[in-house]
Every structure is written in C-alpha cells, then in structure tokens.
C-alpha cells in the first residue's frame, strides 16, 4: 500500500481525482466498471485503463472483494511479476 500511496502523491490534481474516481468504484463494485479486463493467466486479476495509467486489482473469490495491488504507468514492466 506504501508504494501506491507514494505513487498517487506524484500524480498531477487532475490525473489523481481520475485515479482515485476509478479506485472508489472498484472497492465498491467493480463489475460495474465499463472497460474492465481480466489479466490473462492470473484468475481474479483485472486491470482498468485510467490515461496512461494502469489500476490492477484481485478479487478474493471468498468474499468477492477487490484489493488494489499495483497502481502504474504502462511499460513493459507494468504486468512483470504479478503475485
């Protein structure tokens, strides 16, 4: 959580009220969100497109509750060890 903590205080006003809109939505239901894509090979792994920005998030199949794991810029590094 640290590390996306540290990444939201580097974003722009305009780019974090975008970012932290998407979050809001995922922890509260995230299949509502248009745009939503599973990440292949992971089960319950989805990611969500924000500008060029990444959210990923897993969902706990037991409660059905989203965890963001990993707020990014998109690179070839951005789905590398996935856990």
Not at 25 to 41: C, E, F, S, T
């Amino acid at each position: 959580m640290d590390k996306i903590l540290k990444f939201l205080k580097k974003l722009t006003k305009q780019e974090f009220i975008a970012v932290s809109k998407i979050m809001k939505q995922i922890l509260a239901d995230y299949r509502k969100l248009p745009y939503l894509k599973a990440i292949k090979g992971k089960k319950n792994w989805y990611r969500i497109r924000v500008g060029r920005y990444r959210i990923i998030f897993s969902v706990s199949s037991k409660t059905n509750k989203a965890t963001i794991e990993r707020i990014t810029k998109r690179d070839e590094k951005t789905y590398k060890n996935l856990q």
